[in-house]
Antibody, heavy 117, light 107 residues
Framework: EVQLVQSGGGLVQPGGSLRLSCTASGFIFSSHWMTWVRQAPGKGLEWLADISQDGSETAYVDSVQGRFTISRDNAKNSLFLQMNSLRAEDTAVYYC??????????WGQGALVTVAS | EIVMTQSPVTLSVSPGERATLSCTASQTFRSDLAWYQQKPGQAPRLLIYGASSRATGIPARFSGSGSGTEFTLTISSLQSEDFAVYYCQQHNSRPRTFGQGTKVEIK
């Protein structure tokens, strides 16, 4: 069974940092592109970033470019999102997603990030 | 960036009836279009990819069609578990973009 188990959400002050983690099982993690998608409260879905199988290629949506960094550790079947300079508008549920063909087959359970003072 | 627009925003349907959801892209592409279902408090679930291919375990009452800029998700006979929000997403280019969603509610 494919599982993506997320950790690392929480409350952070504006301007602060947070790191999200996602541990995969049930598939060959090192063979898959991976993605982060977020959903602000009561809003729709937003693609944030993705990373190639070996981590050599990454892409970001403009709104997080330069503030967020996606990375992975294939030895630990883990995906990460380092979030810096957080803003109130970054408040959302963040999902780790398998994205090998550009669409999103398997989703993590989501991690709530709240940016507030 | 490809902008995806869904219509209607809300669709009121009686159980057993047919539901037709639309998704329009701001740029043309062949068939790189996915559909997701999301229920409150849950992660989205992939229904359709490549415009018309059903994901594993998705019932046959869900079907997708279209190409270019116009895409459609059809639910042939709505079951109680189908009342949810549906999103389309293009997987043709980056940034990957979603429509704003269509809420299918009980009439």
């Amino acid at each position: 069974e494919v599982q993506l188990v997320q950790s690392g959400g929480g409350l952070v002050q504006p301007g602060g940092s947070l790191r999200l983690s996602c541990t995969a099982s049930g598939f060959i993690f090192s063979s898959h592109w991976m993605t982060w998608v977020r959903q602000a409260p009561g809003k729709g879905l937003e693609w944030l970033a993705d990373i190639s199988q070996d981590g050599s290629e990454t892409a970001y949506v403009d709104s997080v470019q330069g503030r967020f960094t996606i990375s992975r550790d294939n030895a630990k079947n883990s995906l990460f999102l380092q979030m810096n300079s957080l803003r109130a508008e970054d408040t959302a549920v963040y999902y780790c997603v398998d994205s090998s063909s550009g669409f999103f087959n398997y989703w993590g359970q989501g991690a709530l990030v709240t940016v507030a003072s | 960036e490809i902008v995806m627009t869904q219509s209607p925003v809300t669709l009121s349907v009686s159980p057993g009836e047919r539901a037709t959801l639309s998704c329009t892209a701001s740029q043309t592409f062949r068939s790189d279009l996915a559909w997701y279902q999301q229920k409150p408090g849950q992660a989205p679930r992939l229904l359709i990819y490549g415009a018309s291919s059903r994901a594993t375990g998705i019932p046959a009452r869900f079907s997708g069609s279209g190409s270019g800029t116009e895409f459609t998700l059809t639910i042939s006979s709505l079951q109680s578990e189908d009342f949810a929000v549906y999103y389309c997403q293009q997987h043709n280019s980056r940034p990957r973009t979603f429509g704003q969603g269509t809420k299918v509610e009980i009439k």
